[in-house]
């Protein structure tokens, strides 16, 4: 089975940047799609960007432009990127891992889920 583990969160103020990583466990790491969510108090978790096994990338509107997913097979982890941060941007951040429906460019999580770190944005 795959284990997730996420770090690099914290506290930053509006317009900062923070890089978030999820070191996973298992050679089969490089055949899933992965991709990182996020869930806010009282909210729905949400699809923040995935990245394809092929190294295509995509992004919710809201972080477009500002975050910026990669993944570096040989060290079996997934980077998250946070530039311009908002205080919307504040929420508990998970990676998952996952496949993809290429037709729809659809996104498919796993029950492969790290137990999140906590970004928070405030001045």
């Known amino acids: 089975q795959v284990q997730l583990v996420e770090s690099g969160g914290g506290l930053v103020q509006p317009g900062g940047s923070l890089r978030l990583s999820c070191a996973a466990s298992?050679?089969?790491?490089?055949?899933?799609?992965m991709a990182w969510y996020r869930q806010a108090p009282g909210k729905q978790r949400e699809l923040v960007a995935f990245i394809t096994s092929r190294e295509s990338t995509n992004y919710a509107d809201s972080v477009k432009g500002r975050f910026t997913i990669s993944r570096d097979n040989a060290k079996h982890t997934v980077y998250l990127q946070m530039n311009s941060l908002k205080p919307e941007d504040t929420a508990v951040y998970y990676c998952?891992?996952?496949?993809?429906?290429?037709?729809?460019?659809?996104?498919?999580?796993?029950?492969?889920w790290g137990l999140g770190t906590q970004v928070t944005v405030s001045s």
């Open positions: 998952n891992a996952g496949t993809l429906i290429q037709l729809r460019g659809t996104y498919v999580p796993t029950n492969y």
């Open positions: 298992g050679s089969i790491f490089s055949h899933y799609a």
